[in-house]
């Protein structure tokens, strides 16, 4: 099955630094790349998507990369916000297991003002 | 429309006791999921729905059963409650290969098992 692999499992920058989480995976054959954020108590919720044919896609601060041959994918976040403190998650999926989520152990991200 | 409903939010079992976990969807949805959250930890697949009628199993499914008799529901059932399901569990939703694949997850229960 497919495992997914993600570091740091912690960051802390300070406010209107640049983050970035990067994430590994092992079944080529994935082609879905969501990212979640979860605040404390909260469920995750998605803030940006990738297919694989896409190599690159943005949302205002918020960008997703994807190297299919090297099978990683990154998250960056400019402009960093205390707002943007939590934990997020990488996940990759495919048309095995019906696209459910494998999901990453988590970066906590500490934005410092 | 309300999404993704959860019931309980929060439950407390002694070992041994059994108990259903209910998910609700009004999206449509024809794929269904229930995934655990371990402290510190990344969801894990427990079973899916790909439809009324089918199920299969994620990755960690010892413990638990689940059905699908309706598009709306996807129960989970725990049969021997152990502390080791200590978790928070959370149902998700998606369109699946006919629409979007983003997942709607719902607001999750909290499980205690004593």
């Known amino acids: 099955g497919e495992n997914v692999e993600q570091h740091p499992s912690t960051l802390s920058v300070q406010e209107g630094d640049s983050a970035v989480i990067k994430c590994t995976y092992s079944d080529s054959a994935s082609n879905y790349f969501p990212w979640y954020k979860q605040e404390l108590g909260k469920r995750p919720q998605l803030i940006i998507d990738i297919r694989s044919n896409v190599g690159e896609k943005k949302d205002q601060r918020i960008a997703v990369t994807l190297n299919k041959t090297a099978k990683h994918f990154s998250l960056h976040i400019t402009e960093t916000q205390p707002e943007d403190s939590a934990v997020y998650f990488c996940a990759a999926s495919g048309m095995d297991a019906g696209n459910m989520l494998t999901f990453g152990g988590g970066t906590r991200l500490m934005v410092k003002p | 429309n309300a999404g993704v409903t959860q019931t309980p939010k929060f439950q407390v079992l002694k070992t041994g006791q059994s108990m259903t976990l209910q998910c609700a969807q009004d999206?449509?949805?024809?794929?269904m999921s229930w995934y655990r959250q371990d402290p510190g930890m990344g969801l894990r697949l427990i079973h899916y729905s790909v439809g009324a009628g089918i199920t299969d199993q994620g990755e960690v499914p010892n413990g638990y059963n689940v059905s699908r008799s309706t598009t709306e529901d996807f129960p989970l059932r725990l049969l021997s409650a152990a502390p080791s399901q200590t978790s928070v569990y959370f149902c998700a939703t998606h369109a699946g290969t006919s629409g979007s694949y983003e997942q709607f997850f719902g607001p999750g229960t909290r499980l205690t098992v004593l």
């Open positions: 999206m449509n949805h024809e794929y």
